[in-house]
């Protein structure tokens, strides 16, 4: 079964860092680029970062350009959202997502992992 | 910056069609993808490539797309239609991936 699962979600202070993970199983985790998408209490979705099978291509909106880091480790089929000088506006949850369509669009979700920015 | 615009809400009774629309700029020369959302869930592919089904999305639901529209249709509306649906689509050159504000779907 194809399956995204997240992790490393919670509650910090504005300001503050999180790293959220992302692990894969079910499929070839190399063969696929990947995409953050998040989404705010009672909003709607909002694309986050896209990275390329390798690595080597990386997008970001312009919302959290500088500010966050996309990364991915094929060996351990997880994906990683390092997350710095977050805001109250950063408060989310934050989806995990297989892109595996043109135009960076996703065909499999993960369940979500909530990150919560407030002092 | 690049906007798909859909209708905040759709409402059709049971065994109706629904139809959603998205509409943006440069969906003439770029695909509209279609979510589904329901209440506490992550979203779900329900068309692909304007009007591609993924396996196990019902036939119900098919997608169009013209100029500068696209338009889920959800032939024979049931209950557990019920959802938030959201287009994602990106700008003419690619750079902005974006998704439009979502519709709701009510169907009683």
């Known amino acids: 079964e194809v399956q995204l699962v997240e992790s490393g979600g919670g509650l910090v202070q504005p300001g503050g860092s999180l790293r959220l993970s992302c692990a894969a199983s079910?499929?070839?985790?190399?063969?696929?680029?990947m995409n953050w998408v998040r989404q705010a209490p009672g909003k709607g979705l909002q694309w986050v970062s896209h990275?390329?099978?390798?690595?080597?291509?990386?997008y970001y909106a312009d919302s959290v350009k500088g500010r966050f880091t996309i990364s991915r480790d094929n060996a351990k089929n997880s994906l990683h959202l390092q997350m710095n000088s977050l805001r109250a506006e950063d408060t989310a949850i934050y989806y995990c997502?297989?892109?595996?369509?043109?135009?960076?669009?996703?065909?499999?979700w993960g369940q979500g992992s909530m990150v919560t920015v407030s002092s | 910056s690049y906007e798909l615009t859909q209708p905040p809400s759709v409402s059709v009774s049971p065994g109706q069609t629904a139809r959603i629309s998205c509409s943006g700029d440069?969906?003439?020369?770029?695909?509209a993808y279609w979510y589904q959302q329901k209440s506490g869930q992550a979203p779900v592919l329900v068309i692909y490539?304007?009007?591609k089904r993924p396996s196990g999305i019902p036939e119900r639901f098919s997608g169009s797309s013209s100029g500068t529209m696209a338009t889920l249709i959800i032939s024979g509306a049931q209950v557990e239609d019920e959802a938030d649906y959201y287009c994602?689509?990106?700008?003419?050159?690619?750079?902005?991936?974006?998704f439009g504000g979502g519709t709701k779907l009510t169907v009683l």
């Open positions: 997502a297989r892109g595996s369509l043109p135009d960076d669009a996703s065909d499999i």
């Open positions: 079910g499929f070839t985790f190399s063969n696929y680029e």
């Open positions: 990275i390329s099978r390798s690595g080597s291509t990386i």
């Open positions: 440069a969906l003439p020369k770029k695909y």
């Open positions: 490539e304007d009007n």
């Open positions: 994602y689509s990106t700008d003419s050159s690619g750079n902005q991936r974006v």
